[in-house]
């Protein structure tokens, strides 16, 4: 009896300082460093994505983003564990195309892309090149549809494991062309850019933030790039709808989430500070060498991000259930 | 000629003294947690990685590139002190340097591991700025079906590396084999033996069972023995090695730096297997094998050798090429574009004082090893003086701590525990782990490569036949497999005769 009330008065008391406190800890927020974590290993192209936002984004919120790598599972057990992180703002995610994919891909997922979590803004859509070994015979994107077309049993597609970028890509390029090609997996890009370097596999579709050093550094040949636009950092390369392949649309955009159940405050301070973050000369400047660029600043939204993830979903399911491969 | 205008620039670069700060600064942090077992050159480079953003670009890989090599060489230390490899390259020189130390040669064993490093780095060196850029174009022709038959090389190999007997070496290279298959397979991304974990998705890690093994199961192993002092239970005779050891080490340094340089080239971390390699033919090229596994000092100063010139040769195909051979190379491309230097064939000739300065400093840094640990031997050694109830507690910790940083994972930790208590009932049993950790670093990448290669070739075994580089390394090999075998054989037919 006694020891009931006990608890009963402690649980009141925590309730109440819990009522009380909550909005004003919104109000002040963030008050301590926040833990930005990245469900990919350190060093990768996401984790750079990161570093380069979350240190910009420290200095808008007067408070440091600290970048935490917990790496696995293709991105879904960081994702996880922000799911269950305490919706306080002081644990965040950053995430890529892979929030939306993942909801197919996997078929037991310990988190639901849509419901566990709230959306902070998109930070960039990273485009993908469509690249080939360096003496391949197709001097253009017509021309490697064609000669793909002609000797689909002889050419091998590289890309960098189920559920990557590249994979996805991939899948697009041979729905497009209605052909099913010969797929080398590689465990990352690293290896797969290596051999196709080293003239071992054909063709290769992948990120910018991989390929640029490699084209300009005239190693791989460039087809196009997978975005509307063209990028900076490669002026002369076509994109898929210039060159007559429109049906390959993909970047490998990326965003910011809260656990849900984070309050509007605190998600709208993420993003005012990570529209800031976007302006800065620093992340243009990088972003740009990357071969990418910030998101437009009405694209930084809660809003538009959490219209765009469910898109994005809906997108991708038919492509990986067409092509039938699972990541569990 | 054009190598020494490249080198001034380089070593002009390399030699300002915020560059040589750093370089100071990445070789100590480097050595600190190579001896801190658990703790690695992955998850302290990703810690540091946001200091590198206010440091200009050289300065930041110059201070990456010393903590990287200075892991190497600190992981030797654990390793002959404590029997505790932190890293793949430091599991051979557990065999003969931990039991240099139990015989009270702890510290010719250091010694010798930091000259023959030294000697190794330095001609690596050169060899990087010499030849490099050739180098990684020639290594190129390594594809597929050329790595697997490396790696079937090397774990051929690994029934070396066990003392004991050949059938309990390939028991544990099976185990080994079976616990790298585990994660996702490659090809399809269907979890394989993880038993619902998701933690296993993506395989064991090698720090969690090569410190669980070796280091936990040796804490067990003398908890055993509560009195007895296992590693000062000899007199320590003398810190330095003597002529006498050196004039035995010599060749071995030799060997070691070329087998080294070699396998780092390799764009498909081929570096892995370099002290393996080296003790390998240390032992069949020794008057007497039954010396190593006993604290032959050959076997300390070759793979150690050979680790440092990997380690210094794996730069060419991040500097040439702009591929990251392993997962250290991986987190320098990440500082390298987090700097706005987009890694590739144009770095050479795009940024050549970044390249060259690159280059310089890897020779400053490998004397500043030395000059770092020569001085230390004194101190680790006078560590192990230190009550093992002070000192063991604070071992576990380090392990747990390092363990638990590689992946942020508790599941690290617990599974750190239970290959602690496997390898302590293995070394009751009298199986070596060491073809084990071989078998396991090397399973994954025989499988994938053998996959990718019949991929290529459209099923057809013959691509392994028909490339020439390829043929040779199997009958390399089929070879190594002969001479290994060749006495086992020969004394069970001695054995049949007598009857």
């Known amino acids: 009896m006694r020891l009931t009330s006990v608890i009963a008065a402690a649980a009141a008391t925590v309730l109440a300082a819990g009522v009380l406190t909550g909005p004003a800890a919104a109000q002040d927020y963030p008050t301590r460093p926040i833990t930005m974590v990245v469900p990919f290993s350190a060093g990768g192209p996401t984790d750079t994505v990161a570093r380069l936002v979350a240190q910009e984004m420290s200095g808008a919120l007067g408070q440091q983003v600290v970048i935490e790598n917990v790496g696995g599972a293709g991105g879904t057990i960081g994702a996880a564990r922000v799911a269950k992180a305490e919706p306080d703002g002081y644990t965040l995610l950053l995430h890529h195309i892979g929030m939306a994919t993942s909801a197919t891909l996997y078929r037991k997922l310990p988190f639901d892309a849509l419901a566990d979590f709230r959306a902070v803004g998109l930070v960039t859509d990273v485009p993908m090149t469509i690249v080939a070994r360096k003496d391949f015979p197709a001097d253009d994107l017509k021309g490697l549809v064609t000669h793909v077309k002609a000797n689909a049993d002889k050419i091998n597609m590289a890309h960098a494991g189920v559920g990557a970028a590249s994979h996805l890509c991939g899948m697009l390029f041979q729905e497009a062309l209605g052909t099913p090609l010969n797929t080398v997996p590689y465990k990352g890009t690293g290896p797969a850019i290596n051999d196709l370097v080293g003239g071992q596999v054909d063709i290769l579709c992948d990120q910018t933030t991989n390929t640029t050093g490699q084209i300009k550094g005239g190693a791989i040949k460039a087809y196009a790039v997978t975005t509307p636009d063209r990028v900076a950092s490669l002026p002369d390369l076509p994109t898929t709808v210039e060159a007559g392949l429109p049906e390959v649309q993909v970047a490998v955009w990326h965003g910011i989430y809260a656990p849900k159940g984070t309050p509007d405050a605190v998600v709208q301070k993420l993003s005012a500070a990570l529209q800031t973050a976007l302006q800065s000369d620093l992340v243009k400047t990088r972003f740009a060498e990357l071969g990418t660029a910030p998101v437009a600043q009405e694209r930084a939204t809660p809003d538009v991000h959490a219209a765009f993830l469910k898109e994005e979903i809906e997108r991708w399911r038919p492509v990986i259930q067409r092509a039938g491969t699972y990541a569990d | ?499």
């Not at chain 2, 022709?141 to 003392?163: D, I, K």
């Not at chain 2, 020569?374 to 050694?381: F, I, N, S």
């Open chain 2, 1 to 499: 000629m054009d190598i020494f205008a490249n080198l001034a620039l380089g070593f002009g670069a390399a030699f300002s003294p915020m560059n040589l700060g750093l370089c100071f600064v990445g070789a100590l942090v480097g050595t600190l947690i190579g001896v801190l077992p658990g703790l690695g050159p992955i998850a302290t480079i990703a810690i540091l990685l946001p200091i590198t953003f206010s440091l200009d670009p050289l300065g930041a890989l110059i201070m990456l590139a010393g903590i990287y090599y200075g892991a190497q060489y600190g992981g030797s230390t654990t390793a002959i002190l404590v029997n505790m490899p932190g890293e793949t390259s430091a599991v051979v020189t557990t065999l003969d340097g931990h039991q240099m130390a139990r015989q009270g040669r702890a510290g010719p064993a250091l010694a010798i591991a930091a000259l023959g490093s030294f000697f190794a780095g330095t001609v690596a060196t050169f060899l990087v700025a010499l030849i490099g850029p050739l180098l990684a174009q020639a290594a190129q022709a390594f594809g597929p079906p050329e790595y697997f038959a490396l790696m079937l090389f090397g774990l051929v190999g690994a029934t070396v590396l066990a003392s004991s007997s050949f059938v309990k070496a390939v028991a544990m290279i099976l185990v080994g084999l079976l616990l790298g298959s585990i994660g996702s397979d490659i090809e399809t991304g269907a979890p394989r033996l993880t038993f619902g974990i998701a933690q296993f998705a993506e395989g064991i890690n090698f720090t969690t069972l090569a410190v669980g093994l070796f280091g936990v199961a040796e804490i067990l192993r003398n908890l055993e023995n509560p009195e007895q002092r296992g590693v000062l239970d000899k007199p320590i005779k003398g810190l330095m090695p003597t002529w006498a050891d050196i004039r035995q080490s010599f060749p071995a340094v030799l060997r070691g730096t070329g087998i080294g340089s070699v396998l780092g080239i390799l764009p498909g971390n081929g570096a892995v297997l370099a002290p393996y390699a080296s003790y390998t033919l240390e032992k069949k090229l020794a008057r007497d094998p039954g010396r190593f596994g006993r604290g032959a000092i050959e076997g300390v100063a070759g793979p150690e050798s050979a680790n440092n010139a990997g380690a210094q040769t794996s730069f060419i195909p991040l500097l040439t090429l702009g591929i990251p051979p392993n997962a250290v190379m991986a987190m320098m491309v990440g500082a390298m574009t987090i700097q706005g230097i987009i890694p590739g064939p144009q770095v050479m000739t795009e940024n050549p004082r970044l390249f060259w300065g690159m280059i310089a400093s890897m020779w400053i840094g490998n004397a500043m090893l030395v000059i770092i640990n020569l001085p230390l031997v004194g101190v680790w050694v006078r560590l192990l003086r230190m009550p093992y109830r002070l000192l063991y507690p604070a071992i576990l910790l380090f392990c747990c701590v390092g363990v638990y940083t590689v992946n942020g994972s508790y599941v690290d930790v617990l599974m750190l525990s239970v290959f602690g208590f496997a390898g302590y009932g293995l070394a009751k049993l009298g199986f070596e782990p060491a073809p084990l950790l071989l078998a396991f670093v090397l399973g994954p990448l025989m499988e994938e490569n053998l996959r990718r290669s019949f991929l290529i070739a459209r099923g057809d075994p013959m691509i392994f036949v028909e490339r020439p580089l390829s043929l040779a390394l199997l009958l390399m090999a089929v070879g190594l497999l002969l001479i290994v075998l060749m006495p086992s054989l020969r004394r069970k037919r001695d054995e049949a005769f007598r009857e």
